[in-house]
């Protein structure tokens, strides 16, 4: 299943719809680096909010999309992550270090909002 | 009780997801928490990968437990895959044969309550994990 990449203004907005596998976020992460070097992008938020499991593969895959974007110059923001899905990650050990995280999707907007308010 | 058992042929990513949501069906239907649904689905995951990036295929059985009165999910794993050398380091965190991709065993281990592993080389691996049902109410 293809994630649906929407731009809005400087941003990429990224919304996962269903449960993920692996060939599918390996194209997200393709696509959301192809797309920031189209549009010239500041940053990108990816909605997790429909994934069901965050296993290693998804979460070594999403610090992946980060760490190449800010390569990039931008910054990614991961929104969303339902609080089962939390706990279970810090059970397994997993981190998201160096990526930022915020509550849903309108929080992440705010922060990158406020963020590039004034280089814009 | 409803005999729930799910077996899932393992042989793609796409099968990843189906072992897990299928288990996690059975977990919620067995009573178990949405907290604890997700942490058995992700130990599913884990596993089911395990066998897709290792083995290339086995199968994932999840059924419901009963034992000394409690209600439990057990998870098993199978495959007739290379097997792992040396079980002990594989359990180990931060070890991985494959490059950067750790066999996420012991992430398993933490996730469940009873975690078995039998595995030689040549011989495949099986995996057998439980968790059992909190019915304890905290006061």
Known sequence: ?120 | MPGEDVRVPINSDQDIILARQRGRSVAAEAGFSAVDATLIATAISELARNIVSYARSGEISVHVVQEAGRRGICITAMDSGPGIADVQQALRDGFSTSGSLGLGLPGVRRLMDEFLISSAPGQGTVVIAKKWKQDRQIS
């Open chain 1, 1 to 120: 299943m293809e994630v649906p990449i929407l731009k809005q203004g400087e941003f990429l907005i990224a919304t996962i719809q269903a449960a993920l596998s692996d060939a599918d976020l390996e194209q997200l992460r393709m696509a959301l680096v192809q797309r920031v070097v189209k549009f010239r992008s500041r940053a990108v938020i990816v909605d997790v909010t429909a994934m069901d499991v965050m296993d290693s593969f998804a979460s070594r895959t999403l610090r992946e999309i980060a760490q190449m974007i800010r390569l990039r110059g931008a910054e990614t923001v991961i929104v969303g992550i339902q609080p089962e899905v939390a706990f279970a990650m810090v059970q397994l050990g997993l981190r998201l270090e160096g990526v930022g995280t915020a509550l849903d999707l309108e929080e992440g907007l705010a922060y990158l909002n406020q963020k590039f308010k004034n280089s814009s």
